[in-house]
Every structure is written in structure tokens, then in C-alpha cells.
């Protein structure tokens, strides 16, 4: 059995940092395998913020998250973490987990990923 779960969402004010990590059991990993972030808040679809995979560590980016955001991952560990600093606003959100095996060209679409955790809120106050 698959099983993501996340940690490390909270609340913070604006210029400020936190780090998101995905905790990951159940599964073998393989080149293609790929574990992302997404988020969504209320009223918003589900957006891609950052995917790293397996094999080669290759990682992306929406825009808004480039220069602020990193994604690592620790193969060792089993877990993906997610820096983000220099928080604003715009950044609230449930922040998901999400893992499966597919091309790296479709890291931002939610439909393309079989595992999900089950989100950690992440709230920024001006």
C-alpha cells in the first residue's frame, strides 16, 4: 500500500520561510518516477508548484515558484522536501503530495498522478 503523508505546513507572515516535506513507503522506485507538489486553495484548481524525479533528479517549476521555492528529494530517506522562502499571499493554500509514474512533460497535471497524501496548510499573513 502507497502512503504519502506530509508535514511541515503552518502559518507565517509575508517574507518568510517554510519547508514542506513528503514522507514515502509502499512502492519501488523507477527512472520515471516522480514526486510533486501541488496546491489549491479555496475556490482555485489544483496547481502544480514543483516535481522532482526518481532517476535523475530533473526538477520543475511553475513561474511563480522559481527563485523561491526548492525541491529536493532524499532517496535514502524516502522523503521529498520542499523549501519555499520569500512567502507572500498568493501562497496559501492546502500544499499536496503527489507521486506516480509518468512523463515528466505532464508534472503539472493532477490526473497524471496516482498517489496523494493528504495536504498540509500552508497560510501566509500579510
Known amino acids: 500500500q502507497v502512503q504519502l503523508v506530509e508535514s511541515g505546513g503552518g502559518s507565517v507572515q509575508a517574507g518568510g520561510s517554510l519547508t514542506l516535506s513528503c514522507a514515502a513507503s509502499?512502492?519501488?522506485?523507477?527512472?520515471?518516477?516522480?514526486t510533486a507538489w501541488f496546491r489549491q486553495a479555496p475556490g482555485q484548481e489544483r496547481e502544480g508548484v514543483a516535481a522532482?524525479?526518481?532517476?535523475?533528479?530533473?526538477?520543475h517549476y511553475t513561474d511563480s515558484a522559481k527563485g523561491r521555492f526548492t525541491i529536493s528529494r532524499d532517496n535514502a530517506k524516502n522523503t521529498v522536501s520542499l523549501q519555499m522562502n520569500s512567502l507572500n499571499p498568493e501562497d496559501t493554500a492546502m500544499y499536496y503530495c503527489?507521486?506516480?509514474?509518468?512523463?515528466?512533460?505532464?508534472?503539472?497535471?493532477?490526473?497524471?498522478?496516482?498517489?496523494w497524501g493528504h495536504g498540509t496548510q500552508v497560510t501566509v499573513s500579510s
Open positions: 522532482i524525479r526518481t532517476g535523475d533528479f530533473t526538477n
Open positions: 509502499g512502492y519501488t522506485y523507477t527512472t520515471n518516477f516522480i
Open positions: 503527489a507521486a506516480g509514474v509518468l512523463d515528466a512533460r505532464q508534472w503539472a497535471e493532477a490526473s497524471e498522478y496516482t498517489y
